[in-house]
């Protein structure tokens, strides 16, 4: 058998991050190591390393683990950064791109980034502006494999931090999904849990280049990640 593939995660208490975790409990085929400010909920069967440390020292820890892909589900909410726009940037642009680079210096071949739906450097929209400007940036780090996804909604068990736009927006998704056609079928909804099996697919591809997945390219990402080994 060959050796697991070491996956470093950011971001691994957000929605993404934590299902992420829990699709890795039981695979041989890879080994995951959470990166983060703070201390991380883990599965009871998970067997995983979580660092806890400043972003500025993730380099460090970087350099000691020696992962091959990255993923980066980093991201904050409006309300978490004080409705500030300085403050909303310095998570999801520059925390993504300083970790990014560090990744980049230590070794790490690939990366996969959680972006969004409509992501754009023209979007009127301050929040898909600073993801635009994410994917720009990140482009020019030099990763071999750079994998930038753009789900829409995401659905699942985010507890008591979603926003009540947010909730709404879910609960009436099965009805909207289905109005939203041609180009706007990337904003429809999408399982948190999808996005976390392509993220997981996309890690263990070999082959260089830079791609972009909206929503029906994660799901055939998804399919595509390889099932468990059964002991």
Known sequence: ????????????????????????????????????????????????????????????????????????????TWRKAGEDEAAFRAVDRDLVLETAHAAKAHGVERMVAISS??????????????????????AKVGFKRLDVLRPGLLRGARGGDRRPAERLGIAVSPVTDLLLHGGWRQFRSIPAR???????????????????????????AARELPQPVED
Request: net charge positive.
């Open 117 to 138: 739906a409509g992501a754009s450097l023209a979007a009127k929209a301050f929040y898909l502006r600073v993801k635009g400007e994410m994917e720009r940036d990140l």
């Open 194 to 220: 999808t996005v976390a099996e392509a993220a997981l697919s996309l890690a263990m591809r070999r082959a260089g280049g830079r791609f972009h997945h909206d929503n029906d390219a994660i799901r055939r």
């Open 1 to 76: 058998m060959s050796d697991p593939l070491r996956i470093a995660i950011v971001g691994a208490s957000g929605l993404v991050g934590q299902t992420v975790i829990a699709l890795s409990v039981g695979r041989e085929d890879m080994r995951l190591t959470a990166l983060a400010r703070r201390e991380v909920p883990l599965p009871p069967e998970a067997r995983m390393e979580v660092f806890v440390a400043d972003p500025p020292r993730w380099g460090e820890v970087l350099e000691a683990i020696r992962p091959t892909a990255l993923v980066c589900a980093l991201g904050t």
